[in-house]
């Protein structure tokens, strides 16, 4: 698949998708009758399965027949049963295509829970691929099956005709849904070689075909559950990645270094200084007080200026643009953004390198050296020794380059030393003039991503709640809360502000607000707010029911308690979190009963909790520390004594009691 494309796709993208990407489309009319292979899949008996099963994929089937003279034919076919009302989407098929391809034809049938066989014919779609690709060849085609209940039987065929830069196929064995049978053919010609991986499965031999053909079989595969915060698709699924080539150390992709050597060879050139690039880079650093202020500009520059969007025709979808091509159009996608940066870089003396990255962390295969592997560019920068890097988070030492910082100039509201949550501990190559390198992509600790949180208040004796409270955010909260504000409509962010508090404190008047360094990405935002809550505390009597922890819900849900965890369970990043809430009491009431303190500590995270009477206001303070990016299957349990451990806490209560003439003297 192309980098440019997948720069700033969601993680969340269906495998439907996914598994199409590199095929075809010409517009030919369907076959009027179901074909054999679909019937036979068809009369298949079906194994039990959990009762929320959306669809099971009967046969998933794909042949690639390479001929002497490099020509790649591609036959794939799919059938879905489906099971429930949810399932009705695997009735859609979507096909994608460029330049470089050809497809003799598509044909899609469904035979309904009846009996009846249906196709459809000329109701095909073609439309481009991203909102945010501004010229492409890549398009794509969508069909649906004219038949799509409960019982149905859907299934779909193409075959396609490639020449691609890359001789390597990958098959994905698993899918959300339970695969009944899956099958790989692998036919190359005389004399021509292939190596196979499995990723995420038990290897499995093949078996021969026809004359230097080779066969994959699998059965009776579990689909992947989805569960809460859970790794990402690419990350668990089953799959066989296939590398083909004439003979024995001719193909690019045999190793990562020959991987980043290809893409070493292919970007050459497009670094150049030109006049305007060096114009740009005096412009942009006058003044500045140091090299790193320098770097910053140059990095801000790249990421607020340059407007992303997607050019690509053909092997475009990997070669990145020339440097002053994109200053001067001042559009380009991940890889023209790195580009750009690296040039102006260069201006300073600097040296850089293209790392290529996966926008799913723990995406990229190790065991398969390919550029496959990969949906997005960033950027590594070699710092001079002298260089303080206590504050740039993102940085390591190599062992041979030295310091080197990590940026992501297409994450508009990730500053300069920080990596975007979803690279972090992710796999990178580090494409030098030596090759490619698989290096890991630094880790940030939870002092890096702070949220402090302070609140001076005053209960009424009705229950209500005044006062202020400021946040401040560093590191990933601030990125996080800069995202989703300043991509809000201007007339939803007063919304958005007063629902964050109307969660936690109830029917909520926000009285004012202000924010500090909003759009200075390089400083701490802090937000200042003014507001009451007209029925906070809960009256009982001569009681009233305050909450200390005022709001911040800390930890997660973890779905239901009885269901066994089956995946590893996924933080966003580490992040340290602090809450300190001043409650002033109402004349009158003294305190009856105080919650206890709360401490929870395991490796992966600590959380600590006290409240106190100090005079006539009520303390409460709490730290959250979130240590590990991924907590294992296997601790399960303890992350849910964890939370569960903290929800208790976060709703416990402390008893005021109306004090009795006597008391109150």
């Known amino acids: 698949m192309k980098i440019a494309l997948f720069c700033k796709l969601s993680r969340a993208i269906s495998r439907a998708v996914l598994l199409l990407l590199s095929a075809a489309l010409m517009t030919v009319p369907a076959a009027a009758e179901v074909p054999e292979w679909l019937r036979t899949a068809a009369h298949v008996a079906l194994p039990s399965y959990p009762e929320k099963t959306d669809a099971v994929i009967l046969l998933d089937e794909q042949e690639t027949r390479v001929k002497d003279s490099g020509e790649i034919r591609t036959t794939r076919r799919l059938a879905y049963k489906i099971l429930r009302p949810e399932g009705r989407s695997h009735a859609t098929f979507v096909v994608s295509f460029d330049q470089e391809t050809k497809v003799t034809f598509l044909k899609a049938w469904s035979i309904s829970a009846r009996g009846e066989e249906e196709v459809k014919e000329k109701d095909a779609v073609e439309t481009g691929f991203t909102a945010e690709t501004l010229y492409s060849d890549l398009r794509r085609k969508i069909i649906t099956a004219p038949s799509a209940d409960p019982g149905s039987i859907v299934g779909y065929e193409y075959e396609q005709k490639r020449r691609p830069a890359i001789l390597q196929d990958v098959w994905w064995i698993q899918d959300p849904n339970p695969v009944l049978r899956g099958r790989f053919v692998l036919q190359l010609p005389k004399g021509w070689e292939h190596r196979a991986v499995w990723i995420h499965h038990a290897k499995i031999e093949p078996h021969a075909g026809g004359e230097n053909e080779w066969v994959w079989e699998v059965q009776n595969l579990q689909g992947v559950e989805d569960e809460l915060s859970m790794p990402p698709w690419q990350a668990m699924a089953g799959r066989l990645a296939v590398t083909y080539f004439p003979r024995e150390g001719s193909t690019g992709h045999g190793s990562w270094a020959k991987v980043g050597q290809w893409y070493g060879t292919l970007s050459a050139g497009v670094r150049e200084v030109t006049p305007e690039i060096r114009q740009k880079v005096t412009e942009l650093t006058k003044g500045a007080p140091s090299l790193i202020e320098k770097i910053r500009r140059l990095a801000a520059f790249a990421q607020g200026d340059i407007r992303y969007v997607s050019i690509q025709i053909g092997i475009g979808g990997y070669r990145p643009h020339a440097a002053d091509v994109v200053l001067r159009n001042r559009y380009g996608d991940c890889k023209d953004k790195a580009t750009l940066l690296s040039a102006l870089l260069k201006e300073l003396g600097l040296e850089s390198y293209f790392v290529l990255a996966n926008s799913g962390r723990g995406a990229v295969a190790p065991e398969f050296p390919s550029m496959l592997n990969f949906n997005h560019v960033i950027l590594a920068i070699s710092l001079p020794a002298e260089v303080d890097t206590a504050s740039l988070f993102a940085s390591s030492r190599h062992e041979r380059l030295g310091p080197l910082l990590y940026f992501d100039p297409t994450s508009t509201f990730t500053p300069l030393g920080y990596l975007p949550t979803e690279l972090q501990g992710s796999s990178g190559l580090l494409v030098t003039e030596q090759g490619g390198e698989l290096v890991s992509l630094p880790v940030l600790a939870p002092s890096t991503n702070r949220l402090l949180r302070a609140a001076e208040m005053t209960l009424g004796t009705d229950g209500s709640l005044s006062g202020v409270v400021r946040e401040i955010y560093q590191g990933a909260p601030a990125t996080e809360w800069r995202a989703r504000y300043l991509s809000a409509e201007i007339d939803e962010r007063q919304k958005m502000l007063e629902d964050r508090f109307y969660s936690a404190l109830g029917g909520v008047a926000l009285e004012g607000a202000q924010a500090i360094d909003l759009h200075d990405i390089s400083q701490n935002l802090v937000l200042d707010f003014r507001l009451k809550a007209n029925s906070y505390a809960q009256k009982a009597g001569d009681l009233l029911l305050v909450r200390p922890r005022l709001m911040g819900w800390k930890g997660e849900l973890v779905g239901e308690e009885e269901k066994e965890r089956k ?17 002033t009491l109402p004349d009158g009431y003294i305190v009856d009963e105080l919650p206890e303190p709360m401490q929870a500590v395991y ?56 004090a009795s003439p006597a008391s109150a003297k």
């Open 567 to 583: 995946q590893a369970f996924v933080f966003d990043t580490a992040t340290l979190e602090t809450d300190s809430f001043a409650i």
């Open 603 to 658: 490796d992966f995270g600590e959380y600590r909790s006290k409240t106190v009477v100090d005079g006539k206001v009520l303390r409460y303070a709490r730290s959250y520390t979130i240590k590990s990016l991924q907590v294992p299957v296997e601790r399960f349990g303890d992350l849910r004594k964890f939370f569960a451990r903290i929800g208790a806490d976060q709703r416990a209560y402390a008893v005021l009691r109306k």
